[in-house]
């Protein structure tokens, strides 16, 4: 019989806690690594990664596959890019717990804050539960190629409780918080790994109603971060604002203080925030001073939008002409933008605002109208354009207006060209001022919104472009080490949650691992698919250079191809490993 399970030769082994890598084998058995270093004995399966890297498989703590988790065992596209622990029920929504009336509310609630078609949810989810212990026995009914874990969502919560009262400004009683706390306290207990909630109006439901979190008061939040106090464990996750009358760390370092547990919100530059991101980031450091443990989520690039024709958003949409064509058919549709004269007169007309949310106005003008920050999207795309990509450059360069050149564009490869949009973490037209937060100890790499704005973004792919952009090919400013930046994508992660069993290549740690051929390692470009259920449409985005990824032992992903192995479940509350000392 062999020894061991599989055994990974001659890799350089990043073990995710930041040590230089080292050449040598890691062995595994039974879902778990036995052995690092010089391996003797054999195995029923060999991979030879020589001249290749092998890290842990990573983990992302900022998804949205509520729904997808309960349907998909593949879990594309976050498992396309090494990906072995996804962590959902972000940003206060969710699908549990639901009262059977509040599906379809539920549903425009995650449609609108995430731009995940309703269909696709409405034919998906077979909504076998109401409680969310009963959510989480539904997903443990489902292998899957990575493990997942989930929050308990705010804007369900509110809605169980609250019922038709749950409006924009809706104060609860002193009864409701009581009953909102508990069902938190059961969810954690049950094994949810925190609560999360919202709180910025750029979050709204298809229907343009901000989210509940939105305006919950503080004392509210208290409440339910002293419950999952009580439960003994979670992460208090949110998005908001930073409005300063809310007084947002004031009220997350008093949850952090009392009961021990960390609070982390995602930290962005953003227009939207009234707190700039150095404040965000002073203020935090304030309150964890004083006690608490309080971590910024950073992105790792420019988070925007990717227009195509077919996405959910391109700079023509409030054009009269194109509403004309928006619900036809695909080869309909295309027809339409090929023709000369329907061409000249889309371009001739000015934007239609008369129907647009005036909430949202700014953003859709910067849209329709910011050709120096819309940059063209070719092969081998830097997402770290310069000014010389951008659409008003190019156009200039070509003789033609940046609409004209910008139509041309989305026109090309049949109409499948896009054009990226970075609406936030890009003020200063490069990515400079990641680099020291990169290094912090207070904030994680996060925020790639996997399995959401299907229309719009593929950041699922972000712990690819950390590879590629930040370690390999980064042009400008300064790069980060490979071994950091595993740690940051492997054990940081994993650890913030309480996931002590992963994130690290070392004995009695779960066997989720990657051999990557950094060599190779490519985004792929990004394409249109509409193979949700119902025909939904998701941007996805692939990579080279993945050689294998492993989940508890097994392959998974094979040259980027799904193995059809599904090894992966359901995380419930925190893991421990056999041997935590190897990653002291």
Known sequence: ???????????TIVDGTGRPGFTGDVAVKDGLI??????????????????MIVTPGFVDIHTHYDGQATWDQEMA??????????????????????????????????????????TALAEGMKWNWETFPEYL???????????VGTHVPHGAVRAYVLGDRERPGAI??????????AIVEEGVRAGALGFSTSRTVLHRSVDGEVVPGTTATAEELVEIGRAMGRAGHGVFEMASDMMREWNEFGWMGQISRETGLPVTYAALQSIAKELPLEEQIATMRAENDNGANIVAQIALRGNGIVMAWQGTVHPFRLKPSWKEIAELGREEQKAKLFDPGFKAKLLAEEHDFSEVNQDIMGLIMVVCGGWTMQFEMGPDFDYEPQADASIMTR??????????YAYDLLCRDEGKGFIYLPLLNY????????????????????LSDGGAHCGTICDAASPTFMLQHWVRDRKRGNRIGLEHAVKRQCLDTARLYGLEDRG???????????????DRLRLGKPWLAFDLPAGGKRLLQKAEGYVATIKNGVVTFREGEWTGETPGGLIRGPQRADMLEAAE
């Open 137 to 147: 026995d539904a997903l443990e009914e489902l292998p899957r190629t990575v493990d």
């Open 1 to 11: 019989m062999p020894t061991y399970d599989l055994i990974i030769r001659g890799g």
């Open 77 to 118: 596209p976050s498992s396309w890019h090494g990906v072995t622990t996804v962590v959902m029920g972000n940003c206060g929504v969710g699908f549990a717990p639901a009262a059977p009336e509040r599906h379809e509310w539920l549903i425009s609630l995650m449609e609108g804050v995430e731009d995940i078609p309703g």
């Open 427 to 446: 003020a200063d037209g490069n990515l400079d001022f990641l680099e020291e937060l990169q290094a912090a100890d207070d904030t994680v790499n996060s």
């Open 504 to 518: 690290v290549i070392a004995p009695g740690y779960l066997a989720d691992l990657n051999v990557i051929d950094m």
């Open 172 to 181: 609860p009683t002193e009864d409701d918080i009581a009953k909102m706390a």
């Open 34 to 51: 036995a052995q690092v270093g010089a391996v003797s004995g054999n195995a029923a399966e060999e991979i030879d990664a020589a001249g």
């Open 395 to 404: 156009a200039a360069a070509a003789g033609v207006s940046p609409e004209e």
